[in-house]
């Protein structure tokens, strides 16, 4: 049972390029998260899926775009990396908001 | 609006000794809280969630409504407990709102 995976788990990116991260899940879990976690400013949302073919913006959204094509994989794009895009960002998926959340070990992504 | 706030960004405490992290949370509906721990290098991990009024590793938290605060709590701490503590506040669309997080240090 692998959970929530996510690939890859490190990154370095030159301020232009483009990239994408990949969250999967194996519980069948509606719900889909994408959080980036800074020093001092806990994990913010950056966008969300409720369900397969649905996304939603979260708090800090610009610079990136998500894709939910089937219900176990949530993509996260940067399609032009900015330094201020180096974080690290963690993937959770949930079934209901009374469960909690389920996270990904997370992508350390370095833009240069 | 809703908002967690961790007021402690560290907290050092002695093995042994009480440890009491601390939540406020703001939220106009009924709010579901959580506590998340993150140890070194590894994921977010859910450590419990008021609903279920459980004890996990010796920590509990109460939901005081009226000071709306969810403060996490273990009357004797130990080294492993070091960590970094994460309280959140599930909203609409179960989206869970997070706070700053409190890097907590058992001193040996």
């Known amino acids: 049972n692998a959970g929530v995976t996510q690939t890859p788990k490190f990154r370095v990116l030159k301020t232009g390029q483009s990239m994408t991260l990949l969250c999967a899940q194996d519980m069948n879990h509606e719900y889909m998260y994408w959080y980036r976690q800074d020093p001092g400013m806990g994990l913010r949302l950056i966008h969300y899926?409720?369900?397969?073919?649905?996304?939603a913006k979260g708090e800090v959204p610009d610079g990136y775009n998500v894709s939910r094509l089937k219900k176990q994989n949530f993509l996260l794009g940067l399609e032009s990396a900015a330094p201020s895009q180096t974080s690290v960002y963690f993937c959770?998926?949930?079934?209901?908001?009374?469960?909690?959340?389920?996270f990904g070990s997370g992508t350390r992504l370095t833009v240069v | 609006a809703q908002r967690v706030t961790q007021p402690e960004k560290l907290l050092s405490v002695f093995k042994g000794a009480p440890v009491e992290l601390k939540c406020n949370y703001s939220y106009s509906g009924s709010p579901e809280l959580f506590w998340y721990v993150q140890y070194s290098r590894q994921r977010l991990q859910l450590l419990l969630r008021h609903i279920s009024r459980e004890s996990i590793k010796g920590f509990t938290a109460d939901l005081n409504k009226g000071e709306t605060s969810f403060h996490l709590k273990k009357p004797f701490a130990q080294e492993e407990d070091s960590a970094m503590y994460y309280c959140a506040l599930s909203g609409p669309g179960n989206q869970f709102y997070f706070g700053t997080g409190t890097s907590l240090t058992v001193i040996p």
């Open positions: 899926s409720v369900g397969e073919g649905t996304t």
């Open positions: 959770a998926s949930s079934t209901t908001g009374l469960d909690g959340y389920t």
